[in-house]
């Protein structure tokens, strides 16, 4: 079955080159031009993943993002314009996967696209095996994860990092390390990236984020994970 992805940007030029080039590749597309209909039709599901303009009329792509992560861990690329960090340091915050800066080339936004719906993709062959690790424990076959008795909605390279860390604990990875394994050897980003990820996978993991127990920092060479049990 054909991909879904939902194609939000106020420029209609834009969004119709985006839909002839990745319905060339196979994907089915949708198309909105404002935050309100993007997320009225996220709200309906169906989709594998999102292309989110950050500046939309009548609601922004960060609150589209927002309100998406309250209730779903559909993966989303943000696109943001050309220097603006904050944006994409909020994207990020908010629950983004990934973000691309425009004006983009289209090669790059498929091999995102590609490399996101991989790794989604493989959990519906992944063995039904959790990790257990003090309080916390992730199942591998249906991507979910429990802390502290409550369930935890990750997205999909927060899940990614987790299953690495939980994989591998003690192992000290530093952030080109982090990066070439999760976002991909072709990543073009930044460490922030990184950062943001470790920063929001505490909070919704740590009791107390500011005092971790699970997820450390070793200054100046990059974080680990530590098995209490």
């Known amino acids: 079955m054909a991909k879904r992805i939902l194609l939000v940007d106020d420029e209609p030029l834009i969004l119709k080159g985006l839909k002839f080039a990745l319905e060339q590749d196979g994907y089915e597309t949708e198309s909105a031009e404002d935050g309100e209909i993007a997320l009225e039709k996220l709200r309906k599901g169906g989709f594998d ?67 996101i719906l991989r790794r989604t993709g493989a959990k519906s062959e992944a063995p039904r ?29 927060e899940f990614d990092l987790l299953n690495l860390f939980m994989s591998n604990p003690g192992k000290v990875y530093s952030r080109d390390e982090l990066l070439e394994t999760i976002w991909g050897f072709d990543y073009i980003g930044d460490f922030r990236t ?36």
Request: proline share 4%; aromatic share 6%.
């Open 49 to 115: 993943l999102v292309l989110l303009d950050v500046m939309l009329p009548k609601m922004s792509g960060i609150e589209v993002c927002q309100a998406v992560r309250e209730k779903s861990d559909v993966p989303i690329i943000m696109l943001t314009a050309k220097g603006e960090d904050m944006d994409k340091i909020l994207g990020l915050e908010y629950g983004a996967d990934d973000y691309m800066t425009k004006p983009f080339n289209i090669l790059e936004v498929k091999a995102r696209i590609k490399s």
């Open 194 to 229: 990184v950062d943001v990820h470790i920063r929001r996978l505490r909070e919704k993991i740590e009791r107390n984020p500011a005092q971790p127990e699970f997820i450390f920092t070793k200054w100046g060479v990059g974080y680990y994970f530590t098995d209490k049990d």
């Open 129 to 157: 095996l959790t990790l257990t690790a003090g309080d916390i424990t992730i199942n591998l076959g249906n991507r979910s994860v429990q802390a502290h008795g409550q369930a935890v909605n990750l997205t999909v390279k």
